[in-house]
């Protein structure tokens, strides 16, 4: 019997698993498919604090920023502090994004259109200004989780933290109201508490628990190009019209120019949403539109070669917050999904909050505008 | 409705034979390929040339008769297709210059061919290196022999060919190694099938450049600093592990453990696949060579490798299956008997060579902590063992922890080498870009109106 299980091996559950570990808890892992196999493995590592209004979400970047340079030094997996410039394509916008970034009280440059060119060289010419946040970076999401769960196996003694794939969770073990484990494929695993890391399938481990949570899919399609023999981009670098789509509501597609380069030499380009179920159809308009946009941005893109494009379904909650803490509906059940586009980001936060929860302590930051309970 | 009744994708044996049938049969056809030829791989020819080998008249008279029935798209390269909501799109890359445009069509035959199959070994990654169908490709296509004392090994029938054409064209041909079989050329699998004209020929074309032929025998490392001067062919026991090892210098080595269908275009569509004896996801086809997609049809190596004359007769049974189905499916089985009986025998005669020819899981032994598996993003076998060790259970999973597959040619390599390690059958490629494309063309994909 385990102190935690966590289910779903994607970055959200490793982290989730790597702190409750960390605080001396024994945790299970469990998922029905390889480490990072779902959401985790298809986004592009975003960790960003520039797209984030002033509120509890961005609260909850800025520790996870800090955590995930924390974590970054046990090394394993790229971790890249490369900052991102957030470009306008007129007056009108830079002014907002300048006074969004006063709001929002990060460290920030504002950058004016003459100095555009000293951040990314190859950028268009004729935009209006930026501002470039250093704190903004990228991790390779897979091999992250996959080096987290193996760092808190092997740093906090034996059996404190056990991975195993390939188990589905097929309900829940109740005594009483109360939540005791999970039935399995497998078998029964019983637990003192049950963590739904499932991401963007966490609506249907809930209902498994008769408890709803409103995820949705929000497919998001990512170019990705040949790789480059000379880095042309140095930061993530994306339009304004980026933050306006995160928040939208919008179910029809949306897409806005993400881009940026790899350790391994590739540019990867995004990023569109729409929500259209868990349909995996590659749509050619929606990567038309990325390549439009991208070389918008950087012309120097047009004789690049796209050598392939992948698709995901980041788990959208109707308010754009994450739901993370104890579901009243269900004791001993306890959330850490529904991240949207941010799970990369807020995967360190996420677990170690959890984690204090998990261990008694007070919390860092107040769960409540997480709180499962604002569906019940 | 604009646009064609059929686009055919290929123009090797399969993608002629069913243009044509559907041609003759009224249907307005477009055939489109790659290359700058009709031929594809088994008919691969230099320009000026006509294709030789096997069927290479009755070919030729084909393409004929094809040029004057059907549009021919040559030098177009597919790189995705669409279902519609009453026809296929197909987003074509015209010529050197790569202008992209799209062909409507009601229906799609999809004769795509296969690719190599190649398995890591260490030096592999050396130049003098090939895979067999790479050095016949260069034979055929440039006239170009692939070194002037090569190695051919690997496994299954098609080393033959391959060594007695260099041996034809001047090559000193070292050995031709054979993984498997006790048996030897003189029970060739091919003399068994009643196929003793094709094997004996290749054999007497072998015995008399003295070439020599053994069987469990394979090369299990190449060597060499900027190019491969030596290899150490091996001696093996029925599982492919080492029993004994000698060197035999050569200045190039031509390597095939069987092939890879190319189904891209099938999975983009959600077509239906299986697994073919040889272990190779395959699409799903009918009698009438129809995917599980409607509107879909196909034939050749992407319904299961089984050489250039099987895939005309699926090509053509294609082709007249297609005809009749638009044609609202009036007139009874459009296909004779006697070509369907003739397909029974071709694909049961094919699937007999793939399980006579299995590759053996000792060649894993062959490989050392340092041996690249991919080649475009050089991921060795240490990282792959790696990425399993951190939770990573499936080709898939290994290639985001690793990148084994992420790189130029997505897989193409060592998608079957990599599955082989995760130790799970290859899964259906999930490729929605099937050629690589400039951002430029892909902006400019919807300015261009349907062909």
């Known amino acids: 019997m385990s102190d935690v299980i966590v289910i779903g091996a994607g970055v959200v559950g490793a982290a989730c698993a790597y702190y409750a570990a960390a605080a001396g808890l024994d945790v299970t892992v469990l998922d029905r498919g390889p480490v990072a196999g779902g959401t985790t493995g298809a986004g592009e590592g975003n960790v960003l604090v520039s797209d984030k209004e002033p509120g509890p979400e961005l609260d909850l970047a800025l520790l996870s920023n800090r955590l995930w340079r924390e974590l970054a030094e046990h090394g394993g997996f790229e971790y890249e502090p490369k900052g991102g410039l957030v470009v306008a394509e007129t007056g009108e916008v830079q002014r907002q994004l300048v006074e969004l970034a006063g709001k929002q009280g990060v460290e920030h440059t504002v950058v004016p259109d003459t100095e555009l060119h000293g951040y990314e060289p190859h950028l268009a010419d004729g935009l209006a200004g930026g501002v470039f946040y250093p704190q903004d970076a990228q991790v390779q999401p897979m091999l992250a989780a996959a080096r987290l769960l193996r760092h808190g196996a092997d740093s906090f003694g034996h059996g404190a933290l056990r991975l195993r794939t390939g188990v589905t969770v097929t309900g829940f073990v109740r005594s009483g109201e109360r939540v005791t484990g999970v039935r399995t494929d497998h078998g029964d695993i019983l637990a003192d508490a049950v963590v739904n890391a499932a991401g963007t399938w966490g609506g249907q481990v809930a209902a498994l628990a008769g408890v709803e949570l409103p995820i949705l899919p929000r497919r998001g399609f990512i170019l990705v190009t040949e790789p480059l023999r000379e880095p042309l981009i140095r930061h993530k670098v994306y339009t304004a019209a980026y933050v306006t789509n995160v928040a939208s509501d919008s179910a029809d597609l949306e897409t806005s120019a993400v881009v940026e380069g790899t350790p391994a030499g590739s540019v990867l380009i995004g990023a569109s949403r729409e929500r259209v179920g868990f349909d995996r159809t590659t749509s050619i308009p929606v990567l038309r539109r990325l390549a439009a946009q991208a070389t918008a941005l950087f012309p120097v893109l047009r004789n690049r070669r796209v050598i392939r494009s992948y698709c995901g379904f980041r788990p959208y909650c109707p308010d754009h917050l994450p739901v993370i803490g104890p579901d009243p509906r269900a004791p001993g059940l306890l959330h850490a999904c529904g991240h949207e586009g941010a799970g990369i980001g807020l995967a360190p936060a996420t677990g170690h909050l959890l984690a204090q929860l998990l261990s008694g302590e007070r919390t860092a930051l107040d769960l409540a505008p997480f709180s499962p309970g604002r569906f019940a | ?451």
């Open chain 2, 1 to 451: 409705m604009t646009g064609y009744d059929l686009v055919v994708v290929g123009g090797g044996p399969a993608g002629v034979a069913g243009a044509l049938s559907a041609a003759q049969a009224g249907l307005r056809v477009a055939l489109v390929d790659a290359g700058p030829r009709l031929g594809g791989q088994y008919f691969r020819h230099r320009a000026g040339s006509l294709p030789s080998g096997r069927g290479a008249d009755r070919f030729v008279r084909q393409c004929r008769a094809l040029r004057t029935r059907a549009e021919l798209l040559l030098d177009h390269k597919v790189w995705a297709v669409e279902q519609g909501e009453d026809s296929v799109t197909v987003h074509v890359m015209a010529g050197q210059e790569e202008r992209p445009f799209t062909l409507a069509c009601r229906s799609l035959l999809i004769a795509t061919g296969a690719h190599d199959r190649p398995l890591p070994f260490p030096g592999w990654d050396l130049p003098g290196v090939l895979t067999a169908g790479g050095a016949q490709a260069l034979l055929k296509g440039e006239g170009v022999p692939a070194g002037r004392r090569v190695v051919v090994s690997g496994t299954g029938p098609f080393l033959l060919p391959v060594a007695a054409g260099l041996a034809k064209a001047g090559v000193s041909v070292a050995g031709v190694f054979e993984a498997n079989g006790p048996l030897g050329l003189a029970r060739h699998p091919l003399l068994a099938a009643g196929k003793a004209g094709e094997a004996l020929g290749y054999g007497a074309a072998l015995a008399g450049h003295r070439v020599p032929y053994r069987t469990r025998h394979a090369v299990v490392a190449a060597h060499g600093s900027s190019r491969v001067t030596h290899v150490t062919v091996a001696r093996l026991d029925a599982e492919w592990r080492v029993l004994s090892s000698r060197t035999v210098e050569c200045d190039a080595v031509a390597v095939g453990y069987g092939f890879v269908p190319q189904i891209d275009l099938a999975v983009q569509l959600g077509c239906a696949t299986t697994h073919s004896a040889d272990g190779s996801p395959v699409v799903d086809v009918d009698e009438g060579q129809r995917t599980s997609v409607a509107s879909v049809y196909a034939a050749g190596e992407p319904t299961g490798v089984g050489g250039a004359e099987l895939a005309e007769l699926e090509g053509r049974t294609a082709g007249l299956t297609i005809a009749h189905d638009l044609a609202s499916g009036e007139g009874g089985d459009p296909v004779p008997g006697v070509l369907r009986r003739r397909g029974e025998r071709l694909r049961a005669f094919a699937r007999a060579l793939q399980e006579a020819y299995p590759v053996q899981p000792g060649w894993q032994d062959w490989l050392h902590d340092d041996t690249l598996v991919c080649r475009c993003e050089e991921v060795p076998v240490s990282r792959i063992r790696e990425a399993m060790d951190l939770g990573a259970t499936d080709a898939r999973s290994i290639k985001l922890l690793a990148r084994p597959g992420m790189g130029w040619c997505q897989g193409r390599i060592c998608g079957y080498a990599v599955s082989c390690l995760a130790g799970e059958r290859p899964q259906a490629p999930r490729r929605p870009i099937a050629q690589p494309i400039t951002l430029g063309c892909l902006e400019r994909i919807e300015d261009e109106q349907p062909h």
